[in-house]
């Protein structure tokens, strides 16, 4: 069943016709017809089911039936903080994330970051990876959509305080503690994760005063884009749903 990212409010047995973007992947790429099914939903844990009722010039309308009673939502509630690495690292790694059940996901400049934004176009790669949020949700059958923070240096996102029942993990080969001497936290657990050359000492001390806990995820090095999402699943076999 395709399932639709509707953003804006979705009538009960009412009906919606999709955004441009929307309508010619339905058309062009999806290949759908008047009258195939689809599910809608609007990124707050709402989801419809749905039939295709016109298609005519990049024009696409949908008429809604029934709500959905789909939560697939992880009782662990997880938060991404992610050095921006370069290519397509950082959109696997937020794909992944996406679809391990984090909460939020939060990009930031670290010194040793590749790729360096700033201004506008900052604001678009942070719109593309809210872009590829939205997509993940629909692939995964997630009915709310995480956001995307906007790009920060990592000392900013820093200084912002933290919940008082969080568990804040810092990703560092090496560390002494290991995932076995954790407890299950009240509250948010936060990751932080590294560019592709890891964060300078300075970058891991200022972390360390916020809060982290340097943990170790076996004795091997992971790349930038695959270490969260290890430790993400990790944390769902332990706490989540898996």
């Not at 058309?27 to 005519?56: M, S, W």
């Not at 009673?69 to 994330?97: C, F, H, N, W």
């Not at 806990?213 to 090095?221: F, K, Q, T």
């Amino acid at each position: 069943m395709t399932r639709i990212y509707f953003p804006d409010p979705i009538p009960d047995h009412g009906a919606c016709q999709l955004p441009a973007a929307k309508a010619h992947h339905v058309v062009h790429v999806l290949r759908l017809t008047p009258g195939a099914p689809v599910i809608l939903f609007d990124g707050n844990g709402q989801a419809y089911d749905a039939e295709i009722t016109k298609c005519v010039r990049g024009e696409v309308s949908v008429q809604v039936r029934d709500r959905r009673d789909d939560d697939r939502e992880t009782p662990l509630q997880a938060m991404l903080v992610q050095a921006v690495s370069s290519g397509e690292r950082m959109d696997y790694t937020i794909q992944k994330a996406v679809e391990l059940g984090v909460a939020a996901v939060q990009p930031v400049l670290a010194e040793r970051c590749v790729v360096r934004l700033s201004g506008e176009r900052a604001a678009k790669r942070t719109a593309h990876w809210q872009g590829v949020v939205a997509a993940a949700c629909e692939q995964c059958g997630r009915n709310r959509v995480p956001r995307v923070g906007q790009l920060l240096p990592l000392r900013d996102w820093l200084e912002q305080p933290a919940e008082e029942s969080a568990l804040r993990l810092l990703l560092a080969p090496g560390a002494a503690t290991g995932l076995h001497q954790l407890s299950r936290p009240a509250g948010m657990v936060t990751v932080l994760a590294g560019p592709e050359g890891g964060f300078t000492a300075t970058e891991t001390g200022d972390a360390e005063r916020a809060g982290f806990i340097p943990l170790r995820l076996g004795p091997r090095v992971l790349r930038t884009e695959t270490a969260a999402v290890a430790l993400l699943a990790a944390l769902q076999a332990l706490w989540g749903d898996f």
